[in-house]
């Protein structure tokens, strides 16, 4: 659990503010046992427990043969949850903020209960940049998040991005009865595992993210203005054709696959002086 995470304030002279991340711990060992069950589906060795608490998930991982990097970032109860772990083995308990920490090197799932207020950080940290080396996660989200994440279309260029490298699925609804404290929001199980074959090459992927991220400003803008700054009249009349849709339809209608084929279409055929800017939200 990351229930109280403070950080020093970035301007001089101003103190740090708390940032009480929304932690609400499993209750239910079945939802546990759910969420090992999902998570065998793409095992890797290694499991990143992000906002690890009172140890629910971890513990269970590392009985299951996982080698299990728990991380929590309140003393009081990493020191509690280091006194659970004792001797057993497979587990390693890191005190810090997972959104500071630097990511392990090789491939790693994640399987875990995250705070509610850094849901999003916490799947850019994992998602934005494709050479981070996350293959799957099962992780506990906000209902309403989880439905944002994996809702047809995409309109927001952050999540596309993911999406062109890894498939987002709501596995299934969790009532709030089912942690302690209960949160006012429904919850959702969100399974995430990285596409054998992305729709955009990694080595593209910071300038599909310069082309989404301009052309999705206004999701409703019609398709010949958004990307109007990349394709002449007669490429675009080519790229309506190709992607079998009127010219006039929002931007925001298309789906990964379409935009996959629009941004081939640009490096195909669009002179190079005219291609997006490298652009994104990554920090790895």
């Known amino acids: 659990m990351m229930s109280k995470n403070k950080r020093p304030s970035r301007q001089a002279g101003r103190p740090a503010l708390p940032n009480f991340s929304g932690q609400h711990l499993i209750r239910d060992k079945s939802l546990v046992r759910r969420m090992i069950e999902l998570a065998r ?12 608490g009172a140890g629910a998930l971890t513990l269970p991982l590392a009985q299951e043969g996982w080698q ?6 309140d003393s009081r109860i990493a020191e ?4 659970k772990i004792g001797e057993t083995e497979g587990i390693r308990l890191v005190e810090t903020d997972f959104l500071e920490m630097p ?3 090789k491939p790693f799932g994640v399987v875990a209960n995250i705070p509610f207020a850094i849901t999003t950080a916490v799947l850019g940290r994992l998602m934005d940049h494709p050479a981070v080396p996350f293959r799957h996660g099962v992780l506990i989200v906000e209902f309403g998040a989880a439905r944002r994440f994996t809702a047809d279309p995409v309109t927001q260029a952050r999540i596309l991005g993911w999406r062109m490298q890894f498939d987002l699925k709501l596995a299934e609804p969790v009532s709030p009865d089912r942690f302690s404290p209960p949160p006012r929001v429904h919850c959702a199980i969100l399974t995430v595992r990285r596409k054998n074959e992305p ?13 989404v991220t301009q052309a999705l400003r206004v999701p409703g803008a019609p398709l010949h203005a958004a990307l109007g700054p990349w394709f002449t009249p007669a490429q675009l009349k080519h790229l309506v054709k190709l ?3 009127d010219r006039s339809v929002p931007v925001g209608a298309l789906n990964e696959r379409q935009w996959a084929a629009v941004f081939e279409t ?9 291609w997006p800017k490298a652009g ?3 920090r790895w």
């Open 68 to 73: 299990v990097l728990a991380i929590e970032n």
């Open 103 to 105: 990511l392990p090197r």
């Open 80 to 83: 509690k949850l280091r006194g």
């Open 199 to 211: 729709l955009v090459r990694p080595s593209d992927h910071a300038r599909f993210m310069g082309l």
């Open 243 to 245: 992607l079998r849709v």
């Open 41 to 52: 589906l793409s095992p890797q060795p290694l499991v990143l427990d992000i906002g690890a």
């Open 280 to 282: 994104g939200l990554f």
């Open 266 to 274: 640009i490096i195909r055929y669009v002179e190079p002086y005219r």
